[in-house]
């Protein structure tokens, strides 16, 4: 069975840090470009930033400097190390591949930024 699995969110103050993860289980990880997305309340879900088979990491420009996509195929496992956070950093996180048709959606890890 497909599935994502989110974890690592909690509340932080602005300029502090903190590192995502996320578990796929059910497909061939090492053969997905894997990508980061997050949403806020009456908002579109948006894409953050992406990491290819072979470790390549592409960033929105807002995130780009402050965070970093790695992943340990071995593990099946996609992180997000977030520095610098700001209040906008304020989302639920998820992951799913960069391109359609996307894997069923985990249930995200909330990432609050806030003093």
């Known amino acids: 069975q497909v599935q994502l699995v989110e974890s690592g969110g909690g509340l932080v103050q602005p300029g502090g840090s903190l590192r995502l993860s996320c578990v796929a289980s059910g497909v061939i990880f090492n053969s997905k470009t894997m990508a980061w997305y997050r949403q806020t309340p009456g908002n579109e879900r948006e894409y953050v930033g992406s990491?290819?088979?072979?470790?390549?990491?592409y960033y929105v420009d807002s995130v780009k400097g402050r965070f970093t996509i790695s992943r340990d195929n071995a593990k099946n496992t996609m992180y997000l190390q977030m520095n610098s956070l700001k209040p906008d950093d304020t989302a639920v996180y998820y992951c799913?591949?960069?391109?359609?048709?996307?894997?069923?959606w985990g249930q995200g890890t909330q990432v609050t930024v806030s003093a």
């Open positions: 990491i290819t088979t072979g470790g390549s990491a």
């Open positions: 799913n591949t960069f391109t359609v048709p996307r894997l069923p």
